[in-house]
Structures are given as structure tokens and as C-alpha cells.
């Protein structure tokens, strides 16, 4: 059984799933990496997840068509969107989407930890 809180790393990209599993870890998270979109949806613990980071660009769905997939079923989680390919516009639509943060590849740790600590707000306030 995970430590609370549980954060979701979905990513198609090993290497970040690896590194950013192992920053959350280091400041007291759990976290469990998927390598794709649905291979996080069919999760036995999906339900347990209190903040999701989410690659824009995957193979199958994006992280933004995740995020929407599981607010229209009522089992929204909040959601920190990641992209080697961020910018403005994309930012725009991502946060009006109801997205906690956008961050675009490389991010500094203290950033990605900011975002998290702002999207388990959310989850207490809910």
C-alpha cells in the first residue's frame, strides 16, 4: 500500500517517468509512472491518485485529453500538464481546461514540486 499522497506520472518517455518518480520521492511523495494514458486509466488504484503530471504529447491520448476523459466521468483529478513543446496558446487552452499547471520541458524541480504542492490543495479543498 503507497504512502499518501499518490501522484500519477504519465509519460511516454522513460527517462522522465524515471526522473521525475524519483524527485517526488525524494520530497516525501509516492508516485507511480504509466508510460502511456491508458495503461494509467486501467490502474487498480486510480481512484486513490490525488494530483496527475501528464505529458501534452503521447502516443494515443494527449495528457490535456486524459485530463477532460476524466472530469466528463466525474473522476477528475488535478492535473499538472508537461511538454518539450509548451507555448502560449497551449498553456491558454490547457489552463481554461481546468489544468493545474503547465510546464515545459526542462522545468526546474522547485517548479514541478510547486505546481504539485498546488494541485494537493486543491484535492484538501475538494
Known sequence: ???????????????????????????????????SADSFLRHKWLNRFCCMIADMRMPGMSGIE????????????????????????????????????CLAKPFAPEELLGCVRAALTRTLKS
Open 66 to 101: 486524459l485530463h477532460q476523459r476524466l472530469t466528463a466521468s466525474s473522476r477528475a483529478i488535478p492535473t499538472i500538464l508537461i511538454s518539450a513543446y509548451m507555448d502560449d496558446r497551449v498553456r491558454a487552452q490547457a489552463l481554461q481546461t481546468g489544468i493545474v499547471c
Open 1 to 35: 500500500m503507497p504512502r499518501e499522497p499518490l501522484v500519477a506520472i504519465i509519460d511516454d518517455d522513460e527517462s522522465i517517468r524515471q526522473t521525475t518518480e524519483d524527485l517526488l520521492e525524494s520530497a516525501g511523495f509516492s508516485a507511480a509512472s504509466f508510460a
